[in-house]
């Protein structure tokens, strides 16, 4: 059996992926909003965002809204894929059918 993959497996990251997961392929959702959903702190929040990004799992946009600076967050395709096969593999290991 594959091993669970360590980037997605910690606890932060895993809720993050499960909250960029519901998002559409093409859809992207503000930090702040981000951060809302998930109650973690911006520090805490942005540690573990830079460890998927290094990974190749989300993106992150710098934009304007108005004059205010706003960063968006969102998965990319080896990402997305990666937690369909986290999923799979967690799915494998609890007994229940891929």
Known sequence: MAELDPIIHAQARLRIMATLATLGPTESISFPRLQELLEMTAGNLSTHLRKLEEAGYCSQEKAFKGRTPVTY??????????????????????????
């Open 73 to 98: 967050v969102a998965t990319t395709k080896a990402g997305r894929r990666a937690f369909e096969d986290y999923m799979e593999q967690l799915r494998t290991l609890l007994g229940g059918t891929a």
